[in-house]
């Protein structure tokens, strides 16, 4: 799959087949994390891999919006530096590159950011100086992945050159 392929099939899933990821696709995704570019080249984040399933069970509890990763193969927390200018960036650089390096090899993945904060803290042993930026799911799909992604045109969120003008067959030929 090259790379505009994953970035235009790739859906959010929140239900996942039972199928074990092997570990060289975790090791995969995690290495894409860790070689995504960060601001000044911090690397300030941090990455817990959950994959025990009673700590995805508590992860799930410890979650307001998103119960769904009980379900998952595996999760990555992605912890970040708010002192650290950009550190948000970064954060969704490093996971959309989890993701696309995951759907690559056929493993789906959903995000979300709703955590009680001090389970979620205690629970990971998470340090003060770090936040939890987002949580990611992982896992074979439950069911084959064939939506539709629900999307603006590119003409009502592109323009050329000015804000409001509109874009034309022209500016992309
Ligand atoms: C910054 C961000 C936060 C999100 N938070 C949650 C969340 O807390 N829970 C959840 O189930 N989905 C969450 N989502 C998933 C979005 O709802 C989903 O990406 C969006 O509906 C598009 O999905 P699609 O790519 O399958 O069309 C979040 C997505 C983003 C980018």
């Known amino acids: 799959m090259d790379a505009f392929e994953a970035i ?6 929140r239900e996942f087949a039972s199928k074990k990821v092997p570990g060289e696709v975790k090791r995969k995704v995690l290495e894409a994390a860790r070689l995504t570019a960060s601001s ?5 984040w941090r990455f817990i891999l959950v994959q ?6 508590r992860l799930a509890a410890d ?8 379900g998952a193969d595996f999760a990555v927390m992605i912890l970040t530096d708010p002192t650290v200018n950009g550190n948000m960036i970064d954060a969704g650089r490093a996971l959309q590159d989890m993701e696309l390096a ?7 993945s959903g995000i979300y950011v ?3 904060e001090d389970a979620v803290r205690r629970d990971y042993a998470i340090p003060d100086g770090l936040r939890v930026s987002a949580i990611l799911g992982f896992g074979y799909p439950k069911r084959r992945i064939v939506g539709r992604k629900n999307r603006k045109p590119l003409e ?3 323009f050329p050159e ?8 022209s500016n992309l030929a």
């Open 8 to 13: 235009a099939t790739k859906l959010d899933v």
């Open 40 to 44: 000044r080249n911090s690397q300030h």
């Open 52 to 57: 025990d399933r009673a700590n995805l069970k």
């Open 63 to 70: 979650s307001t919006s998103g119960k769904w990763v009980e």
């Open 102 to 108: 995951a759907w690559d090899s056929g493993v789906a």
């Open 114 to 116: 709703g955590v009680v």
């Open 156 to 158: 009502e969120l592109v």
């Open 162 to 169: 000015r804000y409001g003008e509109r874009l034309q067959p």
